[in-house]
């Protein structure tokens, strides 16, 4: 069965895992570890993505992400590209270091949010890389330490969790340490990571269930969380799909995207496509990016190809693009 689509709205809480190709180890060193934490902190900060939780693996690694304004996507393609690079320069490596594509599961914060930061966080003790809730304390590979204030990490969000267990800190670090140390036992949560979610039957249809003995079900491999959360998050994405097949199917393209920007920027065509540094063609051409990608659904990297740039430079681009957009009020069509 093909894959669905990602599933992401500016506010969506995020479990993200990622795995090594062929599950080899992505981090070799403390080394690796603090270079890719550097890189992801510089990055949510960036994007002003908050981050709940957190822990790295030798063969993989967990985040809980709420997103701003930039999609999910877009931060893990710079994360996961910078990293990689970096780790294959640093060994004279070639070849990919993560699979393919990571796992996302968009999820309903206010009854899973405590759930996941809990149970990403007993990653490393279930992986008996510590022996023991004291030695998580203070493992610095793993959000839990920082919460605990044992380790800073200015781009992960402790204040929101610590709140849920007590106004006061030193009482709320207690109270949320119990409340870890209680799932100890629970072991490896399938509910929590996809494996125990209902899968679709395939298409928008297929996720439409039928009522049975008077309540309503909707599932949806991609989705954790109540019927009621996950046809609302449906909606609201297929709302979005409509949107992009109605322009091709009124012939829109990249041409005809590349020609509105030209006339609403107030440019020659062919210096939409020109490669330049100039302030006018670095905004026209994100302009293009932005329309391209989030309105018509092209693919990032047949961008990259077409205009000769790095994947890494349409992300930015994307997002450059949606501030000119607004700021001028500019309209597809």
Known sequence: MPRGSRIDAAGAVHHIMVRGIERRKIFDSDADR???????????????????????????????????????????????????????????????????RFKSILCQEDSYLLELVRYIHLNPLRARLVKSIQELDAFPYSG???????????????????????????????????????????GRRNDLTGGGLVRSAGGWEGLKQKREEGQYQRSDERILGDSDFVS???????ESLTKSQKLKSEG??????????????????????????QQHIVNARSLLCYWAVRELGVSMSSLSRRLRISLPAISKSVVRGKQIAEDNAFKLV
């Open 144 to 186: 839990h330490s920082t919460l605990m204030g044992g380790f800073q990490k200015s781009w992960q969000e402790t204040d929101e969790i610590l709140k849920l267990f007590g106004s006061k800190p030193a009482l709320a670090r207690r109270m949320y340490r119990q409340f870890v140390e209680q799932g100890i036992g629970q």
């Open 232 to 238: 609302r998050v449906l909606e609201k994405t297929k």
């Open 34 to 100: 603090d270079h890719f934490l550097h890189r992801m902190g510089e990055i949510l900060l960036d994007t002003q993505t908050t981050c709940f939780a957190w822990a790295l693996m030798p063969n993989h690694f967990h985040l809980l992400l709420r997103t701003g304004k930039v999609p999910i996507s877009t931060i893990m393609r710079r994360l996961l590209t910078g990293y990689a690079l970096w780790f294959n320069r640093s060994r004279c490596r070639h070849g990919h270091l993560f699979q393919n």
């Open 252 to 277: 829109m393209d990249v041409d005809k995207i590349a020609a509105q920007v030209s006339r609403l920027m107030g440019i020659a065509v062919e210096d939409v496509w020109a490669i330049g540094k």
